[in-house]
């Protein structure tokens, strides 16, 4: 396909994976058309989505590219902590100074990673690229030449329909892979001394599911950071106290001041669609597959499937061609990702001394070798490659 053939793209969900297809689009196909959907008013304004997400030094990267990253909105992650609660004694560390890398990733709010994408698509304005915000897409549907109808209360046709409109785990229709970790993810923000290391980020295992406390730019009141407390389904906020997050934290909890505010739950599962593309339908991000929030990877697969896609699209041959060569090169990616997270979820709750003896020993041997605990960072940052 010839990058500069005209044809009509049509994006559905102007989340971050959405709007950095349309970005790298916009600037790798110049011949062809974009028309960028989404329920919500496209204006540029800050969300006021407290979520926050960690982005891995690939994604980072990745924005900086696009022109929509504000490092002074980040804290940099410049060294990961992985452990387990008892039998654990292995704390493993993955530093980006052994890897030879400014970073490991950045932590910072869901709306300091949208504000500056949504702005950078506003900036590039052009006739070829249309903004539809305050439009839901209500139906789709394949005509007899391939092409497919969208109706956003006027019914239009697009060679190519890109959806990256995913939602939360409860939220979404089930797909094939899908899995119920009967897991809910607290989330909040944790209040920090000064003497927590800068750039530090903690996964910890317990048996009711993962941990993590993930640095946040300081604000007027101090230093603080993200905290992601997995337990059972069935516990309640009253049972989530200071004192029983304190005794599940490594050493370094003595650093930890308290909880600020409410907890907010989201129950947790694994989502997935086997094939990305259907004839001229394709999804990317949370659209094709949803994940438990362990090593924080979620989005960061997104982005990188938004980055392959305008790849794909990009190098030539079919439309057609480029689909199946994009369904392929996705594959090892995802296929390593959805495993090695869907495996942590389950295999470091298992109950038993022996298992726990198993996951003791794991530990042990990543920080006993260098290039496999380099190679499992790698991974982390970049993605399969």
Known sequence: MNPHKSFRIAVVGAGPVGLAFALQAARALPGCELQLFDARA??????????????NLGSVQQLQRLGAWEPARAEPILEVSVSQVAPGR????LRAAELGQPLLGAVLAYGDVLQPLEQAWLRAAEPR???????????????????????????????????AEGGLFTEQA??????????????????????????????????????????????TAGRRASLVWCTAADET???LTEARLRALLPACAQAVQGIE???????????????????????IGN???????????????????????????????????ALARFEGQRLPDRLALLGTTDGLARVFTGEGAALGLAREAGLRLLQALPPLRGALARQLMFGWR
Do not use: M
């Not at 007899?144 to 006027?154: C, K, N, S, W």
């Not at 909040?188 to 406390?213: C, I, K, S």
């Not at 129950?267 to 990305?276: E, I, M, S, V, Y």
């Open 90 to 93: 292995t704390d493993l560390r």
């Open 237 to 239: 906020p009253e049972q």
């Open 261 to 283: 505010g409410a907890l907010k739950p989201f129950p947790l599962g694994l989502n997935a669609q086997p094939r990305l593309v259907q004839g001229r339908l394709l999804r």
């Open 42 to 55: 496209l204006d540029g304004q800050r969300s006021a989505d407290a979520r926050v997400l960690a982005l």
């Open 287 to 321: 659209a094709a597959q949803a994940l438990h929030p362990v090593a924080g990877q979620g989005l960061n697969l997104g982005l990188r499937d938004a980055h392959q896609l305008v790849s794909c699209l990009r190098d030539g041959g079919s439309l057609a061609a």
């Open 174 to 219: 089930p797909r094939p892979w899908r899995r119920d970790y009967g897991q809910t993810a607290w989330i909040g923000t944790l209040r920090l001394r000064g003497d927590w290391p800068r750039g530090l980020a903690v996964e910890r295992f317990t048996r009711q599911g993962p941990l993590a406390v993930l640095p946040l730019p300081d604000d």
């Open 129 to 163: 690229l249309a903004s539809r915000g305050g439009q839901k897409v209500g139906a789709l549907k394949t005509l007899t030449d391939g092409r497919i109808e969208l109706d956003a209360g006027v019914a239009e046709a697009f060679d190519l329909v890109v959806l």
